[in-house]
């Protein structure tokens, strides 16, 4: 996911696809347990993913506070 994109979205959006991104890792996580997961190098992707939206979600919540 881009860096851009995610910044322009609102704080509803970010919450929402911040749930989408750790349903979307459990559901790889549980794969890669019952061996079904074809690349596991997208449990990594998504991990990454979700640490960037809550990067985000953070500087909005800072900037809140500072303004």
Known sequence: ????????MTDVELAHEFDQKKQELFNLRFQHVTGQLENPVK??????DIARVKTIIREKEMAKTNA
Do not use: A, D, P, Y
């Open 1 to 8: 996911m881009e860096l851009n994109k995610i910044r322009e």
């Open 43 to 48: 449990m990594r992707e998504v991990k990454r």
